[in-house]
Each structure stands twice: as C-alpha cells, then as structure tokens.
C-alpha cells in the first residue's frame, strides 16, 4: 500500500510531488467521466498509458473503469506488448476496441508507403474510431514535457470536427476549470499526464509496482545501427544492405511503431535502475528513440493540427 | 519534495522565454538533442544560439519571433521541482497568459531596463495580483543594454513599487538580470556588484510557499457519485472530489449544501486505503454516515464554517473573447463542480490598467480588458471570496453558442455586496 505524506504527530500536510501530480490526474478522471457521455482511453501498453490506465482505475476505485479503451493498432507491434495489453484489458474487464491501420488501408482510407513507419497513418483510423463510436472525450497519455509542440497543449484539447488542433486559438484554461463544451462531431482530447514527466512516470511505477512489458527493462537483443539509432530485429526491421546485425543489452525508454522506435543501450533491469539512469540521461525520450520525429522541426506540430495523438 | 508553479509576465520582447530558456540552460535542465535542435534552428535563422526556442515551439512562435500560447516546461534543483508556465507578453495574446498565471504561486514580471515599466507590464501585474499569484518577483532584464547601470535598476524598482502599493500585493522583490548573458539567473553577476540580493534561481528555491494554502475552511465540492453495485462493495457509496480546502477527518460533523442536511463523516477512502484526513489538493472518496440524496455539484464543509450561498454574485473578470461582454447577456457559469446559467447584471466599472482608475460608465468590456460585474446565476452557488480560496472563489463564464470560454471571474467578499 502506497503512503500518503500524511501523519498526525507531525501535520505538514504536504503532498509529495508525486502525489500532487497523482490527485491532479485523479480529478481530471473524474471531471470528465461526471460530464461526458462516451470517454475512451487510449492504451497501447507503453508505459505512459499503462500509468495513465491505473489512475483511472484510481480516480473510480471501488467501481470498476467506467471506461471504453481504444487501441490504434499499426499492424507493426512488438509481440510482447500485444500480449501485454491483452492481458491488461482482461484483469480490468474493460471493453477494449481495436482501430486497425491496415483496414484503413485495405478499405482505401490511407495509402501505406512499404517500409515506412505508420506512424502519421494512425491519425485517420483514429479519427475514424471517434466518429464510429461517437467518442465524445478521449484520453491520451501524451505529457507536455515530450516536446515542444506538446508543451503547448492544454488538459482539454478542443478538436474541431475534422479532429484537427489549432494551437494558434486554443480555449483559456484556467485554474482546474475545464471546459469540455464540443458540438457534435467535434470532441475533447483530454491528457491527464500533461504535468508528468518521463522521471515522475518511472518513480510511480516505482513507487506503486506497476508492471509494464518487460521490453521497457534491460534485455539482450539483436539490432541494427541505423542513423544512429538501435533498432531491435523484428518482422519489419530487417538488416539491410551492408548492415551489421549484434547482439546489444539493450531496453526501450518508448515503445511505438515497431518500424520507427529504437533502443538504448542499458544495463537498466529495474524500476529503480532505470530511475537512476533517466535522471542520468542527457537526451529526450522522443530524441533517443523515435525516427519519426527526425524528419523536421515542426513533425509533431503538423501531425498534431491533423488530429494525431 | 516541494513543488513551486511559477509563470512569467510582462510585455512583448521584454525577455521572458530568453530568461526560461537561460534558467533552463544554466541549471543543466536542457537535454542535448534538445540543444542541438535549438542550435540548428538559430543557424538557419542567422542568429546566435537563441534560447528562447526552448521554449518558442510553434512554427507561427518561430516565424513572427513572439509566444502565442504557454509553454509548460518542467525542472527540478536538489532543493525543489518547478513547474513552469512561460506565457506570451503580446496584448492579442493576454488571455493565455491569464491561463498559465492561474495556477501559478509566483509570477515573475520582466521589465525591460530601457523601456522601463510599460503599459503590458502594469496590466500583467495587476492581473497576477487580481489572479492572487502570492508571490511576485519583478527582474529587471536587459541590465547588460544599460550598461549594468544601478541607477536605472532603482528608478524602476521605485516606480514598480509605487504602482504596486496600489494594488493587492504581499510578497514583492526585484533582481537586475540579463537573460541573454545569464547574469543574477543561476550565477550571481560579477558586472553588478553593487546588487547584493540573491540570484533569481536561489530565490526560487528558498520563497516561503507553504502558508499559501487555506487549510482552515473545510470545502469538498462532490465530483462524482461512486457506487460500484459488485458484490464485493454492494452497499458502498461514496463522494468523489478533490479537497478544495481545509482538513477533512473520519468523525467530523458535517452538513452537505444546498440540502443543508448534516451527518457525519464515516471515512474518507482512497484506492490505496482509507486515510485518517485529507487536505487540499488530495482528491479523496468521501462516505458519510447518513444515507443522504448527494449528488455532483453538492458541497460538504463543517457546520460552523460554511461558504457563502447566493444567486447574487459580485465578481471581478478578466474578459478572454473577442466578442464583448454583453450587459444583460446570458451565460454557462461553471464554479467548483457545479454548472448553472448566469445573467450579467450589470457592469459596474471597467479598470484602466494604466492608472487603475474606474470606469463606472464603461458600456462593455472588450478582449483582455478587466472589470467588475453583478451577476445573477439560476442556481445557488455555494462560494468564498477568491482572496480567500482560490478554488471555491473562481468561475469561468461560456458563450453557449459557440462555447468558448470569454471570462474568468474571481468572487468577492458578499459583505461588499450590496
Ligand atoms: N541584450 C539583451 N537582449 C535580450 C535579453 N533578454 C532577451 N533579449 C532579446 O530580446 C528579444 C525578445 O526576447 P524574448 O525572450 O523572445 O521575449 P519575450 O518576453 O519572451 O517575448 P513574448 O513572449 O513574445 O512576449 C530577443 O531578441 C532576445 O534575444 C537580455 O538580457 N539582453
Ligand atoms: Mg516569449
């Protein structure tokens, strides 16, 4: 059982950090199940959905998740995270529902390009997802410390009904009043981690045992060098002309697009371990890790006005 | 460890995303690619490495060289963890810097030290002071322009002070920096010696922020109506919210408004088990002994200690919308939980930020202007003065045909009202 900064002989009453940012997290939850009519949360078994999935489950403990959750899937998954999520969703007994990337692209919604991440094609399945299922409130475990055009972003993220974002005119959010007003077609995303960051996340799941795929710990595993970057072998990351595969110790500090999210190297096999070496770390989780978001200054921004995660 | 939300203030250019991206910097909070990203940036810009981008991460930020919209950024020293909000200084853009100042616990003012005190800066001092940031720290950048002068650092002091002395504000200081060289941010400046105070990071560190919150007035606003109907909890009933103030134990006598009915509080629970108090900002399950008709929006407090009850309200407002405030208009109130309409009565003066003079003939308010309204909601509201709680006396008003949000109300004491 987790210790609240609580005692009577000594009534400092002070939350610590981590609590403060748990209670935050908690009201969001249950602002916006108390005033929506069909909130879905997006899990895809990284860590930060995983930490976001246990605050829900948190904020409307003893009752069970008043929630649908929803997973984009690429189509291009680590095997063990598949398992993990569906594992995850059976203990809870949520209803999960799973948008498919590749029945966007065999029904002619989005083109692939072959050997590409898909990255930027998940936003059409997840705009399609929406609209199927009237999702009016949608939860991502997206935090504003990731990156710069995330930074920007409010608790309740107003979208419009092309799902798009415009952060030129974001609504005023003020102290923790939030105004989830939409018409119909248009929705709320809504980031109940915006003020966690990569450390506060490891420290949580520190702090309340919290099991996360074991990709996420140090691990053998035969990679690639490509730009720089270790990308693990998988189905879709195959070695190409002139690469060399070796065996590395090796964890993931994200786990994405498998065609697009590298690995570190790590000697990190515990929560505790890994804490020391993300305070350690002199690059960002994204820099380190997402190929994606190499191509430009401006790559998350411009997915995100399209309505991505 | 202790948590400080700081945001920043003043007028267009005067330095604020240099001084973040400085503060950044210096104390070794920015990471390298981070850092290297910035560095392409400026080249491509032809300028020397720009910190401000740290911050300024919008291709529209970039392009006209402003902030538009807060940037949040995240940083911790072994003495504290820091939650920054680095808002935007241009006028067009006030109503997110009122967004970022609403949390904040300390409001850092910049002034640059060639313009001195400039018509934004008094508007966004009066803001942090009507938004009751507790803290204000005004720093006096850009010393390197004018020569490291003293002189020009206590003209400004001098006239900051006479202004603020009209306003509301308890905790005022003044550092002479400059954020493009770093003097006084992290490391005190070996080109002021004559400035004997402490660098703008140090008193950060050490400002006394704990005695900020009101732990005396008992105020749950019901958030949520917990009942899981399982086996395992048939009967469990609880109330969700999250303390918006005072300390709340199992055995204490309580009354739940409107209703006015009083019980007992039974336990106060959370996921991780049943604690022996709560206080703001801890979001808890309430249970109480009686089986009473509770429901969202509901207010529990103490008997002897209960917030004000009134469709009356008085209230200063900050108006967010381009489209202007409508005397007679009618609006979505929401305050705490609860959610009702409200009728603007009256406009009862517009502030001038400049001289702080009102005007009580003032037809309506525009975007970023500030004034005091009469309001009247269909509903009660169960509120305490925003001096007093920031929580239970602050609402946000929503134009129901386009739902934006246009106002953020801060209450007044009733006694006031007429
Ligand atoms: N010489 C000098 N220039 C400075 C200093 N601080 C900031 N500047 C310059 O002033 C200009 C504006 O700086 P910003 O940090 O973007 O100003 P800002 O207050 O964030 O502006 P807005 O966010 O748009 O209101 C830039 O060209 C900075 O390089 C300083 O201490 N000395
Ligand atoms: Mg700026």
Redesign the interface.
Known sequence: ??Q?D?S?SV???????L??L???S??IF??V??TFERPVLLFSGGKDSVVMLRLA????????LPLTVMHIDTGHNFPEVLEFRDRKVSELGVRMVVASVQASIDAGRVADEPGRSRNRLQTTTLLDAIAEHRFDAVFGGAR??E???R??E?VFSFRDEFGQWD??N????????Y?G???PGEHIRVFPL??W?ELDIWRYIAEEGIEIPAMYYAHRRQVVRRDGMLMGLCQWIQPGEGEEVTEVTVRYRTVGDATCTAAVESAAATPEEVIAEVAA????ER??TRADDRFS??AM??RKKEGYF | MELLRFATAGSVDDGKSTLIGRLLYDSKAIFEDQMEAVERASVQRGEETNLALLVDGLRAEREQGITIDVAYRYFATPARSFVIADTPGHVQYTRNMVTGASTADLALILVDARNGIVEQSRRHAFLASLLRVPHLVVCINKMDLVGYDQEVFEAIKAEFRAFAMRMDVTDLSFVPVSALHGDNVVHRSAAMPWYEGSSLIHHLEQVHIASDRNLIDVRFPVQYVIRPRSDEHHDFRGYAGQLAGGVLRPGDEVVVLPSGWSTVVESVETADGPVHEAFAPMSVVVRLADDLDVSRGDLICRPHNRPVVGQDLEAMVCWLDEKHLQPGGRYAIQHTTRSARAVVKELIYRLDVNTLHRDEGAPTLALNEIGRLSLRTTAPVFYDEYRRNRSTGSFILIDEATNATVAAGMLLDPAHVG
């Not at chain 1, 009534?11 to 610590?16: A, G, H, R």
């Not at chain 1, 489950?57 to 069970?64: D, N, S, V």
């Not at chain 1, 770390?281 to 960002?284: L, W």
């Open positions: 059982m987790t609240l609580t009577p009534p400092v009453y002070q939350l610590s950090h609590r403060a748990e209670a935050e908690i009201h249950r602002e199940v108390a489950q948190k904020a409307f403990w003893p009752a069970r504003r410390d990156e710069k055009a930074a920007k409010r952060p030129k974001q609504r005023p959010e003020l102290w923790n009043l105004n007003r939409h018409r915006s003020n960051t770390t002199r690059v960002t820099g380190a200054e401006a921004e411009d």
